[in-house]
């Protein structure tokens, strides 16, 4: 898990969220197992044109990251 959460913390810089693919990337996980934590509500998404967005916030509440943007 340290690796994964070194890699949002150094990659997550200004960002407000993270497409699919790349939170995928990111975190380690599969697309299919992102999809069900959506379905169960583990994992918040907005979508932006259609596109589903993990927000910023997200990442804070698992504590990838340590703050919000303000």
């Given at each position: 898990?340290?690796?994964?959460?070194?890699?949002?913390?150094?990659?997550?810089g200004?960002?407000?969220?993270?497409?699919?693919?790349?939170?995928?990337a990111?975190?380690?996980?599969?697309?299919?197992?992102?999809?069900?934590?959506?379905?169960?509500?583990?994992?918040?998404?907005?979508?932006?044109?259609?596109?589903?967005?993990?927000?910023?916030?997200?990442?804070?509440r698992?504590?990838?990251l340590?703050?919000?943007?303000?």
């Amino acid at each position: 898990m340290i690796n994964k959460t070194m890699k949002i913390l150094t990659t997550g810089g200004d960002r407000l969220g993270w497409r699919l693919a790349e939170w995928t990337a990111l975190t380690g996980t599969s697309r299919p197992t992102v999809w069900r934590q959506i379905k169960r509500g583990d994992l918040n998404i907005v979508r932006i044109g259609g596109i589903p967005i993990v927000p910023r916030s997200e990442a804070v509440r698992l504590g990838l990251l340590a703050t919000i943007i303000t």
